[in-house]
T-cell receptor, first 111, second 113 residues
Framework: GNSVTQMEGPVTLSEEAFLTINCTYT??????LFWYVQYPGEGLQLLLK?????DKGSNKGFEATYRKETTSFHLEKGSVQVSDSAVYFC??????????FGAGTTVTVRA | DTGVSQDPRHKITKRGQNVTFRCDPI?????LYWYRQTLGQGPEFLTY????????KSRLLSDRFSAERPKGSFSTLEIQRTEQGDSAMYLC???????????FGSGTRLTVV
């Protein structure tokens, strides 16, 4: 079946540090890949997505590249801010509806 | 466009009681989804509707759970005879058919005591 494995947290960083959150997936065919973010007390928000191999999704300074050869979709940001503190979820969909999520990675950025 | 609204935000109930949650999707969206999220885990798919038709239900959705979307607009999720294991965040989301990714509501946090 479809599954997503993400880097375990929590991750604690200082402001302006480089952030990487690893995500690998198992799926047949060519899934679409997503990163969602959940800020404290809020619902999940779509951060970025990629729908085919070698696509790069980007938003708010975050980037992730769909790597079919390594079945990965790692999230990166070059310089984090305190406001980036949140839980980040990697997810995939086969077809255009049901999402399979990873367990989430809690990121805390200190000033 | 006010996003996806869920009501209530929090619900505390005694074991054995019935509870009902409501979700109002983005008005133009024809698909509506319910997910459940437990502490430290990612959301798990429960069910989804296209317009008023319930097209798929997860095995996680036991006979005590029922979801409806009577007019293809808002949806309700009812849990009968609640158990402590039902304590979780229940998330609703909506999308257009064929759209990758959806818009989530803020969720309803259920605590069964």
């Amino acid at each position: 079946g479809n599954s997503v494995t993400q880097m375990e947290g929590p991750v604690t960083l200082s402001e302006e540090a480089f952030l990487t959150i690893n995500c690998t997936y198992t799926a047949t065919g060519y899934p679409s890949l997503f990163w969602y973010v959940q800020y404290p007390g809020e619902g999940l928000q779509l951060l970025l997505k990629a729908t085919k191999a070698d696509d790069k999704g980007s938003n708010k300074g975050f980037e992730a590249t769909y790597r079919k050869e390594t079945t990965s979709f790692h999230l990166e940001k070059g310089s984090v801010q305190v406001s980036d503190s949140a839980v980040y979820f990697c997810a995939l969909s086969r077809g255009d509806y049901k999402l399979s999520f990873g367990a989430g990675t809690t990121v805390t950025v200190r000033a | 466009d006010t996003g996806v609204s869920q009501d209530p935000r929090h619900k505390i109930t005694k074991r054995g009681q019935n509870v009902t949650f409501r979700c109002d999707p983005i008005s133009e969206h024809n698909r509506l989804y319910w997910y459940r999220q437990t502490l430290g885990q990612g959301p798990e798919f429960l069910t989804y509707f296209q317009n008023e038709a319930q097209l798929e239900k997860s095995r996680l959705l036991s006979d005590r759970f029922s979801a409806e979307r009577p007019k293809g607009s808002f949806s309700t999720l009812e849990i009968q005879r609640t158990e402590q294991g039902d304590s979780a965040m229940y998330l609703c989301a909506s999308s257009f058919s064929g759209q990758d990714g959806y818009t989530f509501g803020s969720g309803t946090r259920l605590t069964v005591v």
